[in-house]
Each structure stands twice: as C-alpha cells, then as structure tokens.
C-alpha cells in the first residue's frame, strides 16, 4: 500500500504564475488534508476535503487559493497569481473515515521567484 | 489562537541519554498526537493520546498527558543518531478533525 504521494516534490515559479501542487491519499483513505510550513515553523491547517467536498477551509487565505478533492484522480492544492509570499512547504495528508491518525505525503517545496 | 507552544525549541544531547520535550495548548482536546520530522521531508506520526488517557509508551517513547494543566511530554530513552529530527505535538479539538501542530522541538543526537 502505497503511503501519500504529492508530486512535484520542488516547484519553482516567477510572481504572477500559477502553482497547482497534487495529492493522491493512501488507498482506501476518503479524507484529505493540505497543510503549509513556512521555513522553520510549525505546519498550519489550510483545508480538509472529502470526495467532491470542502468540509473546512477555515485556515485558507481568502483570495488566490483554491483546493479540490474530485471524485476521481488526486486533490489539487492552486494558488494564483504567487507571491513571494507563497514559499513554503506545503503538505498533504489523508486518513480513512475512522480515525483521527493522519498520513503524511513528503510535501511540496514551491519557491517564488 | 489554538496552536501549542513545544519547549524546548532546540535540545542537543548525547546518544544514550534520554530526551523530554514538553508541549503546552491552550483550549480543550479531543486528543493528542506527536509527529517526527527528519529535515526536509514529510512527517511521520508517532503516538496518539486521548484526553481520558494519561500516559501511553510505544518502544522507546513514552508520552504523558496532563489536561488539567494543557500540557503534554514526549519521552525518548536511550536516544539514537537517527532520532535527530525536529518533533511536533499536534491537538484536535472537539467538533473538528484537522490538527493544529505546535512550533516544533529540533533534537539533535551526538554519536
């Protein structure tokens, strides 16, 4: 069983791109976490999602951010328009319905040039 | 804000020796979990705790859990090379599902 895979692994854009960061969950798992760590800090909640539903997106920025969770193929983490702002780390993790264990991917590393 | 505070921040000891790291929240939790990070990759969970349980040990870690003063301990004994890594508590609060990861604790292990 493979664990959560996130591709790219390093994504590198100029101010203004877009950035569209993949997840694919442990198979079996129906719940699906992004997280993003800034250099030296903590992880911070960004948004939880079920198959084809936002549950909570309370940690996401307002403008530019966007995330899905489509019946079929992987969750996409998108930010529009990037920032310098945007560099960090940004994790998936999945867990099935019935536990509070989560499964973490190896994470995204976007850097804005 | 619901995110923990994880003292210390930095800790460097001997292998053998054994390592605390304390982790401090501030409202009420469902439970608690601790995670591993090995510089610049994903994390790893460790052990989970509920707020009705006070002390959980898996190999080498032992974990205790005070809700009365919101805190929490991760022990490792007989500290490895390959234990470096930076540790993170992380809480879930009643009604939600996501975590809320605490500043983290760098350990680093001298051979």
């Known amino acids: 069983n493979a664990g959560v895979m996130q591709n790219p692994r390093h994504l590198v854009r100029r101010r203004g791109q877009e950035a569209r960061l993949r997840c694919s969950p442990m198979?079996?798992?129906?719940?699906v976490y992004w997280y993003r760590q800034l250099p030296e800090e903590g992880l911070k909640f960004m948004v939880y999602l079920q198959k084809e539903n936002i549950i909570d997106e309370s940690g996401m920025p307002k403008e530019r951010f966007s995330a899905e969770f489509p019946k079929e193929g992987p969750s996409i983490l998108r930010i529009q328009q990037v920032v310098r702002g945007d560099s960090a780390a940004y994790f998936c993790?999945?867990?099935?319905?019935?536990?509070?264990?989560?499964?973490f991917g190896p994470g995204t590393r976007l850097t804005v040039l | 804000s619901q995110q923990g505070e994880e003292d210390p921040q930095a800790l460097s000891i001997q292998e053998g020796e054994n390592a605390t790291m304390n982790c401090s929240y501030k409202?009420?939790?469902?439970?608690l979990q601790w995670y591993r990070q090995n510089s610049g990759r994903g994390l790893v969970h460790l052990i989970l705790i509920r707020s009705n349980e006070r002390e959980k040990h898996s190999g080498r870690l032992r974990v205790t859990l005070d809700t009365s003063k919101k805190s929490s301990s991760l022990l490792i004994t007989a500290s490895r090379a390959a234990d470096t890594a930076s540790y993170f508590c992380a809480t879930v609060h009643y009604g939600a599902n996501n975590l809320f990861f605490g500043t983290g604790t760098r350990l680093t292990v001298i051979p």
């Open positions: 198979k079996g798992h129906s719940h």
């Open positions: 993790a999945s867990s099935p319905p019935t536990t509070d264990t989560q499964y």
């Open positions: 409202t009420s939790i469902n439970n």
